[in-house]
């Protein structure tokens, strides 16, 4: 080695580096590091810089005194570094006697003599900096160089007693310092492992480290009352393979030490630690190990919160160990803790972190025994993610056989449809279902489950069969079926289906009788599956039937399905004959939630026919009770001056219990009333030849109205939304039919529905209108005239009154393109030009644009159209209020389609379509250019302005081909002189 000698270095950067070394940055520390070694001893076999190298040793190992936040970190680092370098720079036969020397320096520059009148704090980072520069030396591998160099076992050529003498006086500094302070055990008993650490390489050395001339070392090393001490104990029994020291432990007292050692949580002591590494090795001290994180698990928050660590660690050592560890995880208290799911309890976080992991941790054929352990203890849905969707089809049989609760059997049977797992899981809660209530729903849900399953309804049906019924019957067709689920029903419920099970017995049965059934079963009090299951069935058993008869929808099946939901039925009444009795140009709008309005249209309902826009006449009269009875107490709370306030509340107490039950009456009425639409959306899906009457909408209207505003005097019920949105669904439903039979339908009278339009404010209401026009569109059901009428009064109404929102009917409307034309864009130019709002102007521009087409065909008798829609537009932009830029760019939009239908083209050599010629007449007379500078000027709107400029080139582009061709005509015609000329020649040669 190359040695080197010269004064302090002037090398700033190198001297800079020790300043570096107190940084937070680990970045900045560990390239100051690097910097320092590189310097002392370069790379390779460069030469070594010695007075700078032993500079850099002091000041390392005075640096490990600081107090400075990073000052340990980077200066223990560093001398860790340093001493290996050192080490690979020095003899071998140099290498004792230098350790011998780093050992005195490091004693010198960290003295912890309180005589030398040093302060506590200078006292205290004294010795934090000889237990890291110890911890410096080992991590520098030079105790193993020496051991293995300089230390003989037959004592031949070696420096047995130097060597072990320097790893005592490190072994005796490392205990003065465990003595020194409490707090400075924990870190000091790290330390003197790791010291034993490096003698156990030999076990001569570690015999004789231990046996100090005044046994200092060994008495140390033998206390039992100390849990560091006793963590010392257990890391040489691991190191020596020796554990008679831990088993003449009584194990009480070992169950105590290790108890009272975790008191400082997050802490962990070494005890546990160490404890582990000896299990690890010896499986028969798991019991010890369980015994105290049950007592761990029964104890204060802080312990309770360690047990879960321990857990989590001793896990880990089970997938190590085997089956031999894993019996010894079922730890009842630990687990509870573990899998605690209530959020207001402390230890949830840490809980549903530590399971989480452990969870990630467990793979392979270690998950099945996991699974046994842990699913007393997880709720079934956690389970079923975690293990029991992880499983092969086999081990999820035995699991079921063997270790699954009944309870959650159902739950399970959702994941797959194995059919061997499913026999299993159907017998065993067959087996279980006799006298227990909750299992019996299980097994109805899981039967419900299976026979609502088209993939698996067929293969189950004898399985079920023979399970519950006990008998062999064979369920061919839907109606057969069921009867079998009824019969089940009866088995398992208190269900009483007699009635029900006698009609589906007969050979002969009529649409209405099976109707009837039908609308019975569906209005049944189950919940959950069993709800499900007769939905099924009924549906699948109403679908075949309707697909193999032929039976019409006459009057008695229409009234039955519309009674189902709650229709008003009166054979004697008709919309139709009612709407021509009134005078629709006169009809004031009535509001829904005005009473005033309620009473009119109550008034006009009998004035049409009374029963197709009445209420129910059984729900009329209980209404009418329930009032009478109201009014009375209220009127014996005014008049009876001598009602106190107990009478006061006890009838108030009524009062409300009335209303509770109407409302909870009124909620299953609606849900009755969702699911029997069932019927009607089946029998109009699956009909050959469908023939619908008009009264048949007209029911179903009345129902929609009624019960929009019975919604709007109960706090809209839930329920009844979702029995208007099913209604909805089910108008939709006809808009779409395809299987109508248009010759024998009859007409629908579209002036009555524009009568029952006015009446509604509701948007739910026009959408379910709409779809009837579509319907009556579709299937010619109501003349053009009447189309073009009916959409002239709807447009008037909604631009001219306040209330009524139709908007949705006229764009449902513009896509039937022709009768599009005719019937809305007359009535939408009036809207755009005299419309009450801005808002109803920019409406009526946006649903113009899509309707205007460029086929010239409509502009033959409409050749004024295209003009007044350019007029309305330009009085639109050129009105002083400012509009809104949303709506002039819907308008600007409109004016754009309209230039791009009147569009001259150059180069055809036909004469220009009179609309055409009359559009740009009123664009040549107008102050369009103006108009657009002033729109372009006080509106910034990117929309704005881009379309701006592009119209105005296209009237710039356009006027100049008008008025091009208006010259080439006036070129064309003949003068006066040149007429009268040619006249003459006409009458001589015809009196020739």
């Not at 009876?640 to 009524?654: F, P, R, T, V």
Request: hydrophobic share 35%; net charge negative.
């Amino acid at each position: 080695m190359k040695t080197v000698s010269h004064q302090l270095p002037k090398n700033d950067a190198f001297l800079d580096a020790f300043w570096h070394l107190s940084s937070t940055d680990d970045g900045k520390r560990t390239a100051s590091s690097a910097l320092i070694i590189q310097h002392c001893y370069g790379s390779g076999d460069s030469e070594v810089n010695q007075d700078d190298a032993e500079y850099t040793m002091k000041r390392l190992m005075r640096g490990i005194c600081g107090g400075k936040s990073g000052a340990r970190q980077g200066f223990a680092g560093t001398l860790a570094s340093f001493l290996q370098a050192r080490l690979s720079h020095t003899d071998t036969a140099n290498v004792l006697s230098d350790a011998e020397y780093v050992h005195k320096k490091l004693m010198d520059h960290t003295s912890v003599d309180g005589d030398m009148g040093m302060s506590k704090g200078d006292e205290r980072d004294a010795a934090f900096g000889r237990l890291f520069g110890i911890l410096a030396v080992v991590r520098s591998n030079t105790l193993q160089h020496i051991i293995e160099h300089h230390y003989k076992d037959d004592g031949d050529g070696g420096n047995n007693e130097s060597v072990v003498q320097l790893l005592q006086n490190y072994m005796v500094d490392l205990i003065k310092l465990f003595n020194y302070k409490k707090w400075m055990q924990d870190a000091a008993a790290f330390a003197i492992c790791e010291v034993l650490r490096c003698c156990a390489c030999n076990d001569a050395i570690l015999k004789n480290v231990k046996s100090s001339s005044n046994g200092d070392i060994e008495t140390f090393l033998d206390n039992e009352t100390n849990e560091n001490q006793v963590a010392i104990q257990f890391y040489l029994a691991t190191l020596t393979d020796d554990y008679g020291a831990i088993d003449a432990f009584e194990q009480e007292d070992l169950r105590n030490i290790l108890f009272s050692a975790a008191c400082n949580y997050p802490k962990q002591p070494l005890i546990y630690e160490k404890i582990i590494e000896v299990m690890r090795k010896q499986e028969k001290y798991c019991a010890l190990f369980v015994d105290v994180i049950t007592d761990l698990a029964d104890s204060t928050v802080e312990r309770r919160a360690f047990s879960l660590i321990l857990y989590q660690k001793f896990t880990y050592l089970a997938i190590e160990g085997g089956e031999n560890y894993m019996k010894h995880l079922k730890i009842d208290s630990v687990l509870k803790l573990l899998f605690n799911n209530n959020e207001k309890k402390t230890l949830t976080k840490l809980g549903m972190q530590i399971r989480n992991e452990i969870f990630a941790k467990i793979s392979g054929q270690s998950l099945f025994s996991f699974a046994s352990i842990y699913y007393d203890y997880m709720t079934p849905k956690v389970f079923l993610r975690e293990f029991y969707s992880k499983f092969s089809n086999a081990e999820k049989t035995d699991f079921v056989q063997s270790s699954a609760k009944i309870g959650d059997l159902y739950q399970f049977s959702r994941i797959d449809r194995n059919a061997e797992i499913m026999d299993v899981i159907l017998n065993k809660l067959v087996e279980n279902a006799e006298n227990d209530e909750e299992i019996t729903s299980k097994l109805v849900s899981l039967v419900g489950d299976l026979l609502t399953n088209n993939d698996l309804e067929d293969d189950f049906f004898p399985k079920v069969n023979k399970l519950i019924l006990k008998s062999k019957k064979k369920s061919k067709n839907a109606l057969q079926k069921l009867r079998v689920v009824l019969e089940i029903y009866q088995k398992l419920t208190e269900l009483e289906l007699g009635d029900e099970l006698e009609i589906l017995g007969k050979k002969d049965m009529s649409a209405a009788n099976l109707a009837e059934v039908c609308t019975n079963l569906l209005q049944v009090n189950l919940e959950g599956i069993c709800c499900k299951l007769l939905f099924h069935s009924v549906k699948k058993m109403w679908t075949e039937f309707v697909k193999e008869n032929d039976e019409p929808f006459d009057s008695d099946l229409s009234d039955l399905l519309c009674g189902a939901i709650g229709c008003p039925v009166d054979d004697d009444a008709s919309m139709s004959d009612a709407s021509s009795e009134a005078d629709l140009a006169d009809l004031a709008l009535s509001d829904d939630d005005d009473e005033s309005s309620s009473s009119a249209s109550t008034k006009d309902d009998e004035d049409n026919g009374g029963s197709t826009m009445s209420v129910d006449n059984d729900e009329k009269s209980d209404d009418d009770s329930d009032e009478e009875e109201e009014e009375e107490e209220e009127a014996l709370l005014e008049h009876d001056e001598s009602a106190d306030a107990a009478l006061a509340n006890l009838i108030e107490m009524k009062q409300n219990m009335r209303k509770k039950a109407q409302t909870s009456q009124q909620r299953e009425n609606y849900k009755n009333q969702s699911r029997c639409i069932l019927l009607i959306e089946v029998y109009l899906q699956h009909k050959n030849s469908l023939v619908l009457s008009p009264e048949f909408f007209w029911r179903l209207l009345s129902m929609f109205r009624t019960t929009d505003q019975k919604l709007k005097k109960s706090d809209n019920l839930a329920e009844g939304k979702q029995f208007l949105q099913r209604l909805t669904a089910l108008f939709a439903q006809i808009s779409k039919l395809k299987n109508v039979d248009k010759d024998t339908c009859g007409k629908i009278d579209l002036m009555a529905l524009c009568s029952l339009l006015q009446k509604s404010k509701s948007p739910q209401y026009s959408k379910a209108c709409s779809h009837i026009v579509s319907f009556a569109y579709k299937n010619n059901l109501a003349e053009e005239t009447d189309f073009v009428n009916f959409f002239d009064k709807m447009v008037d109404v909604w631009a001219n009154k306040r209330g009524p929102e139709f908007s949705g009917l006229f764009e449902d409307f513009c896509r039937f393109d022709g009768i599009a034309q005719k019937a809305l864009i007359g009535p939408l130019t009036k809207s755009s030009q005299n419309g009450r709002t801005d808002f109803i102007k920019q409406t009526s521009f946006h649903l113009l644009t899509p309707i205007l087409s460029t086929d010239t065909s409509f502009y033959d008798d409409n050749t004024t159209a295209l003009s007044e829609i350019f007029k309305s537009c330009l009085n639109f932009l050129q009105r002083d209020e400012k509009s809104k830029s949303q709506h002039k760019i819907s308008c600007l939009k409109l004016l754009e389609k309209t230039l791009q239908i009147a569009k001259i083209d150059p180069s055809s050599t036909k004469s220009l379509h009179v609309s055409t010629s009359l559009y740009w007449s009123v664009v040549e007379g107008s102050s369009v250019d103006s108009v657009l500078n002033s729109v372009g000027e006080s509106c910034k709107a990117q929309g704005v302005i881009s379309r701006v400029k592009i119209i105005r080139s296209e009237i710039t582009a356009g006027l100049l081909l008008f008025s091009a061709l208006k010259v080439e005509e006036e070129e064309n015609k003949p003068t006066t002189s040149s007429a009268k000329k040619s006249a003459k020649k006409k009458k001589k040669k015809s009196k020739k």
